[in-house]
């Protein structure tokens, strides 16, 4: 059975600092990977994705990714609270639906 | 630009009761469409999805059932609800890997 695995948290850091979410991921056929945000009672929302190893860089988010450890990360710059919210790593093998971990929640405190 | 509508936003229904849930796409032709549900406290989790018209998969055995009676227009259906049928259902659709979420409906099942 396919599974993505993430810590649940908290992760509290404060305002400015960087915020590190973790996920790991037990097929190793998979191919694509994504981060969604998701605001408390909102729907999830993509923000970033990655296909291939190394680091994706998208505004004050990075994505890093090492297939053979299974392992894909989202680094968050200078935390600011509005990025407080849940934020789940969704993993695929090609045209078949996302799996989803249990999402992380990050708070960021002022 | 590609939106998805879902509704009703909140819903409380009594145990036995009857459920549809509808979610259109505008904006692309031939999504892959899904159902998600989300429990409190807990991840994602496929329900059904599906690659055409009239083509449904089916993740999980449950009370629950989906149809596909036009491109892009998904439905979730119940015929007697129980309580363990409470959360947030989630239509998504994609048409490459990513997926793209409606709003969600919060399903109270008393």
């Known amino acids: 059975q396919k599974e993505v695995e993430q810590n649940s948290g908290p992760l509290s850091v404060p305002e400015g600092a960087i915020a590190s979410l973790n996920c790991t991921y037990s097929d190793r056929g998979s191919q694509s990977f994504f981060w969604y945000r998701q605001y408390s009672g909102k729907s999830p929302e993509l923000i970033m994705f990655?296909?291939?190893?190394g680091d994706k860089e998208d505004g004050r988010f990075t994505a890093q990714l090492n297939k053979a450890s299974q392992y894909v990360s989202l680094l968050i710059r200078d935390s600011q609270p509005s990025d407080s919210a849940t934020y789940l790593c969704?993993?695929?093998?090609?045209?078949?639906?996302?799996?989803f971990g249990k999402g992380t929640r990050l708070s960021v405190i002022a | 630009s590609q939106t998805i509508h879902q509704w009703p936003a909140t819903l409380v229904q009594p145990v036995g009761s009857p459920l549809s849930l509808e979610c259109t796409v505008e904006?692309?032709?031939?999504?892959?469409l899904y159902w998600y549900r989300q429990a409190a406290g807990r991840g994602l989790q496929l329900l059904f999805y599906s690659v055409g018209i009239g083509q449904i998969s089916s993740e999980v055995p449950q009370n629950l059932s989906a149809s596909r009676p036009q491109d892009r227009q998904f439905i979730l259906s119940s015929k007697k609800l129980l309580l363990s049928d409470s959360g947030f259902y989630l239509c998504?659709?994609?048409?490459?890997?990513?997926?793209?979420f409606g709003q969600g409906t919060r399903l109270t099942v008393v």
């Open positions: 998504a659709w994609s048409v490459l890997s990513e997926a793209f």
């Open positions: 904006g692309t032709s031939n999504p892959n």
């Open positions: 969704a993993v695929t093998s090609g045209n078949t639906p996302l799996v």
């Open positions: 990655i296909y291939s190893n």
